[in-house]
């Protein structure tokens, strides 16, 4: 990482990052942190691929709502408006009615919740 520097910066689902990671230890070994960071998103990825590309798709869609937040939205896969509302770092900026079509974007093409 010395003398390594930021080139750009962008927000990416824990989906991704699996993705990506899965190719990298197809192609090399992975590094202690790569492979700790594939574990992670393994036991904590909630989207396959293509559900993860439509949910995007579908959330940018929306007038108040940025690709960070999209983000957000698909690593929680919130199920209640409540927890929805909490996501936006200004929550201003966000107009509830893209909030209630958010979770019910979520609700349509995300996994659906286990039966308890």
């Known amino acids: ?61 929306l007038e108040t709502i940025n690709e960070e937040l999209a983000v957000k939205i698909i690593d929680l896969l919130p199920q209640e408006i409540e927890i929805m509302k909490i996501l936006p770092e200004k929550k201003s900026e966000v107009k509830e009615e893209d909030l209630v079509a958010a979770l019910e974007i979520v609700k349509r093409y995300g996994p659906k919740p286990k039966k308890k």
């Open 1 to 61: 990482m010395i003398g390594e520097e930021l080139l750009s910066r962008k927000p990416v689902t824990l989906s991704k990052v699996k993705n990506i990671l899965k190719k990298r230890k197809e192609e090399s070994e992975l590094t202690y942190e790569q492979e700790e960071t594939l574990k992670y998103t393994s036991a904590f990825c909630k989207v396959t691929k293509k559900q993860r590309d439509k949910i995007m798709e579908e959330l940018l869609k």
